[in-house]
Structures are given as C-alpha cells and as structure tokens.
C-alpha cells in the first residue's frame, strides 16, 4: 500500500510525462530513438534549453550594444545583469516548487497539465498577480518570438540577398508556423541541443573572424558618446539576460524540477564565455561602425563559415501555445493534431508583428525596457517578498534561502535593490531611451520597410551621409527599389 501511495506521489511530480518512468516494461528500438531525440527531462536537456534559450538571437546585437556603451561598460554590464538574471531566475524556481508543493498537499494532478507562471503567481498571491504577471509574461514572448523571426530573416538575408528581408520574413513565419507540432519543452531535446551547438559556433565564429580580420582602417571606438545611446545598450543587455520568462515551462518539463535551482546560473557563466569574447572581439574590429549595423554579420565578408553561422527559433513560441490551448479548452487533449491547429492562430500576429517592425536591434531594447524589467525582473523579486513576508511562511517554505546570501534577510535585500534598479535605470531611463531610438527608426525608415539596414543597390551609391546627432543607428534613408535602406 506505502509503495502504491509512493508512485502517485512519483507521477505527480514528474507530471504530464509518465510514461518515461514506467519501469519493467520492454523498450523496442524505436522507444530507445525516440527517448533519445524526443523525450527529454533530465538536468542536461534543461541547462541545453535555458543556455540555448537565453542569449540567441541577440548575440548578433550585442556587438552594436557595445558601440553605444564601450567597452568596459558592455563587459560591466553583461557581468552584472547575467548575475542579476540568474538570482531572479533562482527566485522563479523556488515560487514554482513552492507552488507545486502546495498543490501536491492538495491532490491535484498535473499529468496533463504545464504549469506556467502566471499560474504560480495565481495560487501563490491570487487573481490580481496573475492577471498582471500574464499580461506582461505574454506580450514579451510574443515581442520575443516577433525578435526572433527578425533575426532569422535578417541572418538569412546575409547568406542570400537575392530575396530582401521582408521576403524572408514571410518565409521563416511560415517555417515558425512548424513549432506547433513540439507539444512542450520536454520535446526540444535534439531542438535545444542544437540551438546551443549553433549558438557557440556562430559566437566563436564572430571571435575567430573578426581577430583575423584585424581592425578596419580609420576605426575609432568613442563610445559612450549620448545617454540615449548609452541606456538603449544597457537595455538591450537587460534584455540579453533576461530569456528566463521560459523557467516554469522548462522546469516543468524535468523529471526533477528541484534540481533547476543551479541550472540558469551555469548556464548563464557558460554563455558568458560566448558573448564577452564574441562582442569585444567584433566591437574591437570595426569599433562605431557597429551604430550603423545592429547585425554583427553585415560587417563581415561573406564566408562559408559565416553562412554556417545560424540560430535556431522557436522556444519563445511555446508558452504562447500552452496560453492560447488553455484560454479555448485545448489544453489536455492528447491529440497532437489538434492541438496543432489549435496553435496556428498564435503565429499570426507574430508573423505581422515582425513585417511592422523589422528593426532588429532597436526593438530588443524597447522589449528589454518596457518588458523585460518587470517580467523576469520586478514582478519575480516582488512575488518572493510577498509569498513570504510572513513569519509562518517563512517558517513553513519548501526552500529556505541559503546562508551565504544572508538568510531571509539578504534575500529581501537583494530583491529590493533588483527592483529599485531595474525600475529606475532599466525601466526609467532604458525606457526613455529605448523609445527614443525607436520612435526616431519608425520616422527615419518607416514601418513595414522591406529591408531594414540593407545595403543599397551598386546603381544607388552615393557619397557618404551626414551622421545623425540623435542615433548613428539611422541616418537618412536612401530610396530605391528595396525602400528605405543605407548604405552599408
């Protein structure tokens, strides 16, 4: 009887994947490959997802966060909020094995049911939390899988101009569109494993290419130069370091999700060692150029090792899938196809988000400010003050903070100075920042520009143009067939 008591305790905490700790049963070949590249649960496949999850993308644009900070602000910078990132993304696992807990005393059973957090702060804080934490956690991952189609089409066009990035666009929304078939993270194993294998290529290819390249002629490295370019850098790092709105799913989708607490944090040390060398190196060679060209690899000559150089999309897209299946009734029905379907009407507003805003680079600083800040960063450290402000709370925690940070006490000092911080320079003056860079390219370029920082046609050269006072990022648009883009 103890050991049947046990094995439902088992399968709630491995919840909705209970068929991979069925003992005693034979495994056919074909279960054996399919564990292998589809079935994944354990502490690997986690730190594969959040190491690939968190920087992405945005590797290619820190190389012109650099040109707007220097270079000793942009290593201060990733340092700091990678460290800052990883104590929320601590804090986020804790709330959810709290949560899970009290769920657990209850019964509930969530075999086929992914936790996400806004629920975490449903049961933790009540409705009002959720309905906060759900609004910004959704629109970030929306504007975060919009950055990441930006970003494809973009490395694409850099491969093959023939077709300009809006047409690109169009053709990477209809590859995202295939997302809808992965059921959860515990399906992204071989996805995850080589997002983080393109991820390190395309960062030791940026390091490697750009040192061989040496300096180009007359470089000059002046940054900081303006405030409004100084902060828009600093957000975009923000942003860098802020990929845990993904947590929950992820962890949700381990065997042992009590084991996620050290995960983000070496996985941040180890995409540390990709985005410290790759931006340095890039920012050393080419210096205040990079204010022209958010994308590192339009300063780059075209190689067969840089058209190698691609990262993978999709995990963004995810929770917004297991949002929109709960909102309309689909969520447990164990029919992948439909569940599919269900799916497509998410892809649509990503798909069009992407083709008004293409302004790659830009847009991930006013995401990291105006989102960001609050979804993994204020709304995380005020959550963990308010689930345990009281002394039977405390008392009674699944987690207590370890002593090296001070007990409770530390950790409600270290959550005060996340909020105020980020509230201030990341909210406040990010926020001015960042908008005013974007609202200066949506005047300069215009929405729905077809090719976004695109060098102009040989036919169309002409002598080099003014350097804007406001933001080196857009200067004048010239106009030919392609619609408003620069000159490279």
């Not at 974007?438 to 080099?464: E, M, N, R, V």
Request: glycine share 8%.
């Amino acid at each position: 009887m103890a050991s049947g008591s046990d094995k439902v305790v088992e399968t709630v905490i491995v919840g909705n994947y209970v068929e991979m700790e069925t003992e005693g049963e034979p495994k056919g070949i074909k279960t054996k490959v399919s564990n292998l590249f589809w079935h994944g649960g354990s502490v690997y496949d986690a730190w594969f997802s959040c190491a690939s999850n968190q920087v992405a993308q945005v590797l290619l644009t820190l190389p012109y966060s650099f040109s707007q900070l220097g270079m000793l602000s942009g290593i201060l910078f990733q340092l700091f909020y990678g460290l800052m990132g990883s104590w929320t993304a601590y804090l986020i696992s804790i709330l959810y094995v709290e949560y899970r807990t009290r769920k657990e005393r209850e019964k509930v059973d969530f075999r086929n049911h992914v936790i996400q957090w806004f629920e975490v702060l449903d049961g933790l804080l009540g409705k009002h939390w959720r309905n906060v934490g759900l609004a910004f956690n959704c629109t970030f991952l929306l504007f975060g899988s919009v950055i990441q189609l930006i970003a494809c089409a973009s490395n694409i066009y850099y491969i093959n101009d023939n077709l300009d990035k809006r047409t690109w666009t169009y053709i990477f929304g209809a590859c995202c569109a295939t997302t809808v078939f992965i059921p959860s993270f515990h399906n992204y194993r071989i996805w995850s494993f080589l997002g983080l294998i393109m991820t390190t290529y395309t960062a030791w290819y940026l390091t490697i290419a750009s040192l061989l390249h040496g300096q180009a002629e007359g470089v000059q490295h002046s940054g900081p130069t303006k405030l409004v370019l100084y902060f828009t850098g600093a957000t975009n790092i923000l942003y860098t370091f802020g990929g845990h709105a993904v947590t929950v799913e992820i962890m949700h989708a381990m065997w042992k999700p009590q084991k996620f607490k050290a995960i983000y944090l070496i996985a941040t040390l180890y995409v540390l060692t990709l985005t410290l060398p790759s931006a340095a190196a890039v920012y050393w060679a080419f210096g205040d150029m990079l204010l022209n060209h958010s994308n590192a690899f339009s300063l780059l000559p075209r190689t067969p090792f840089r058209d190698m150089a691609f990262i993978t999309f999709g995990f963004a897209c995810t929770p917004l899938y297991f949002v929109w299946e709960k909102a309309i009734g689909m969520h447990e029905c164990k029919s992948l196809c439909k569940r599919a379907a269900a799916r497509l009407p998410v892809v649509v507003p990503i798909w069009f988000l992407a083709i008004i805003f293409p302004f790659f680079g830009p847009i991930n600083s006013t995401v990291g400010s105006l989102l960001v800040s609050f979804t993994v960063y204020i709304i995380p450290a005020l959550a963990h003050i308010f689930t345990f402000r009281s002394a039977t709370a405390r008392e009674n925690a699944v987690e207590q903070p370890p002593k090296y940070f001070g007990r409770w006490i530390g950790a409600y000092t270290i959550n005060v100075f996340v909020v105020v911080w980020v509230l201030i320079v990341g909210f406040g003056f990010g926020g001015w920042a960042s908008m005013t860079n974007f609202i200066h390219q949506i005047d300069t370029f215009g929405l729905f520009t077809k090719c976004y920082q695109c060098p102009p046609p040989a036919s169309a050269a002409s002598p080099p143009l003014p350097h804007h006072g406001l933001n080196a990022t857009a200067v004048a648009p010239l106009h030919h067939p392609f619609n408003h883009t620069r000159r490279p």
